[in-house]
């Protein structure tokens, strides 16, 4: 089990999808584990009664059927199939709605869920929240920029019970990026990445559940924009440019910055 | 009939097995994806996951081979007295390639990435004394260039047709490669740069085309999976007097276009924060405040009245 997570951290993640399908066909007695802790592209279905979209995954899964956010009906059709609490569902229902909101002005598209459970031991309750954007130029990519671009976020919050008005939530985030510009001029440019990141916090009540798993999520995910965009798509430049070194700009690691410098400490030794 | 009990065998199991061949397959195609310099890894990571070590062994003959040629890997001549580049271009078969510099076959283990064996290349594996010149042209300047740009690169100049003609029938194509490649598991980082250049001369007009492809690979890991992968392909002509000075013609302008490559990635990369991010997800909203999901709230809550309301009536 360890070798195939330590494969998928080495596959490229642009072809996360096939290395976990062969991985799956490898080590079929290890399925549940395998899809639980190997973070996949989201994938989407149709509620044709709210004729909305909402993004499956193991959180609104009951054997083959998908519970849709909307309705709360699965598809296909379950007779008993899990539901949550009525206040929960409440709730549930309102972090559908405004979490679309903080999706349409951050991403300017997309397709969000949020799904809510009570958990099988303890109390409290689990909350995760989804969202895929397609910014290739042929979906909701406004600039036309990316002939592929994908954007999916996966966040799981714990959520503990109140303790003297203040709560204490743990979330676990996860980002997977592929994207790929391309032009006559400069060949193509594919970058893909996926990282995983932890945040705990306390919160007081008196906001209500919503607005603190909210904030943390847009803390989070703002982290996490920003940590992909500097620290590691900019380590993979330094990569490159470690690799080959632009000629003609003249820094005391070049070769011909060295030799200059050579060639002036010797001009200088001779008076 | 067997396929028959093989078949009631998957539903008893409820699962499909793999037959021996698909197995193979999949270990073949987890190694050949290996990020630059890890491929070592992948391939312990494999062998556990097919807990097979003769399927393992069978996917690792048929993939190593392949990457290291793809990657075109640098190794080690046993009397140290330098290294030669494993390349489609070198192949004098599946596990013999030349160093058209030192005119020495090496023999190399693809699985160990190592080499076992070298000696004199014979006669007709060399190039003619014409083609040479033009070869060695090529590859003087190109050391320079490579040593100079590229920390570490290696670099080879191959005859590719025309190997055996005495005089000149036309044109003459030679193919240089560059090389280079780094891995620092302690930084989590790697990544490779290979650039083929297939040259076509012809002596008569006293002129050469080019035609480049480029490949950059890089990977950073801490706490993350991060891949840059890119292709470029150019191509442009020179005019020159003697296969003397040609290399030096045909150097500068890999180096123009290189470089005028490393600064388009540059460009792309500056563009990528500013621009080409948004695509995907804004920094902030346009309103450049943070989300207030207080109001968010607020609005959808009385939304929901507004509805009840008019739905009781």
């Known amino acids: 089990m360890e070798a195939a997570m330590d494969l998928m951290r080495r596959m490229p993640p642009a072809e996360c999808q096939q290395a976990l399908a062969s991985l799956l066909a490898l080590l079929p007695s290890q399925s549940p584990e395998l899809l639980s802790r190997v973070d996949q592209p989201l994938q989407v279905a149709c509620d044709e009664e709210h004729a ?12 083959d059927s998908y519970r849709s956010p909307w309705s709360s009906k699965y598809s296909p059709p379950l007779e008993d ?11 549930e229902q309102e972090a559908n709605e405004v979490f679309s909101i903080y999706r349409d002005q951050y991403y300017e598209g997309g397709i969000s869920s949020v799904y809510l459970w009570e958990p099988e031991h303890g109390k409290g309750f689990v909350a995760c929240f989804l969202v895929t954007k397609d910014g290739s130029e042929s979906a909701d990519g406004r ?5 592929q671009g ?17 709560v204490h939530y743990c979330l676990t985030s996860t980002v997977m990026l592929a994207l790929t510009t391309a032009d006559q001029s400069s060949g193509s440019f594919s970058l893909s990445g996926s990282i995983t990141r932890q945040m705990e916090a306390d919160a007081s009540m008196t ?15 703002s982290k996490m924009r920003n940590g992909l965009d ?3 798509f900019g380590k993979t430049k330094e990569v ?3 690799l080959r070194e632009p000629l003609g700009v003249l820094n005391a690691s070049s070769r011909s910055g060295q030799s200059l410098q050579q060639c002036i400490i010797n001009e200088i030794g001779r008076f | 009939m067997e396929e028959r009990i093989a078949e009631r065998d998957d539903e008893i199991e409820g699962f499909e097995e793999l037959s021996a061949e698909e197995k193979v397959a999949i270990g073949k195609w987890f190694l050949l994806k290996s990020p630059p310099g890890q491929i070592r890894q992948v391939a312990k990571d494999v062998q556990t996951v097919l807990m097979d070590d003769s399927l393992f062994t069978k996917a690792a003959e048929e993939a190593f081979p392949e990457y290291n040629v793809k990657h075109m890997i640098p190794v080690e001549l046993p009397d140290h007295s330098g290294k030669v580049l494993v390349t489609k271009y070198a192949e004098v078969d599946n596990s013999h390639y030349l160093d058209p510099r030192t005119a020495v076959v090496a023999t190399i283990d693809h699985i160990k990435q190592v080499c076992t064996n070298m000696r004199p290349a014979a006669d007709d594996e060399l190039p003619t004394a014409l083609m040479e010149e033009y070869r060695i042209s090529v590859d003087a300047e190109l050391l320079k260039y490579v040593e100079e740009a590229y920390p570490g690169g290696e670099c080879a100049v191959y005859c590719t047709c025309g190997k055996n003609v005495d005089k000149q029938e036309g044109e003459i194509e030679l193919a240089a490669v560059i090389s280079n490649a780094s891995f620092s598991s302690k930084n989590f980082r790697g990544g490779s740069w290979r650039a083929v250049w297939r040259i076509q001369i012809n002596e008569e007009l006293h002129a050469a085309e080019l035609q480049g492809q480029i490949n950059v690979n890089a990977h950073y890991f801490e706490e993350g999976n991060v891949q840059l992968d890119t292709s470029y392909e150019c191509h442009d002509s020179i005019q020159f007097q003697d296969a003397g000075d040609m290399g030096a013609g045909i150097v500068n302008v890999v180096e123009r276009l290189e470089s005028e490559y490393l600064s388009s990635l540059e460009d792309s990369y500056a563009k990528l924060s500013d621009r080409t991010f948004k695509e995907l997800r804004r920094k902030l909203p346009v309103t450049r ?14 939304r929901d009245l507004a509805r009840e309301f008019t739905s009781k009536r």
């Open chain 1, 230 to 232: 500097q620290v590691y």
């Open chain 2, 289 to 302: 405040t943070l989300f207030s999901w207080d109001k968010a709230l607020q609005l959808s809550l009385s």
């Open chain 1, 143 to 147: 600039r036309g920029l990316l002939q």
């Open chain 1, 150 to 166: 994908l954007w999916d976020a996966i966040h799981v919050i714990e959520v503990g019970e109140e303790d003297e008005g203040s």
């Open chain 1, 81 to 91: 199939g899990v539901q949550p609490s009525a206040e929960l569902r409440k709730l």
């Open chain 1, 240 to 242: 490159v440019f470690t």
């Open chain 1, 52 to 63: 909305k979209q909402y993004l499956l995954c193991d959180y609104n899964r009951d054997g």
């Open chain 1, 207 to 221: 906001d209500g559940h919503l607005c603190n798993m909210g904030r943390m999520i847009e803390e989070m995910e």
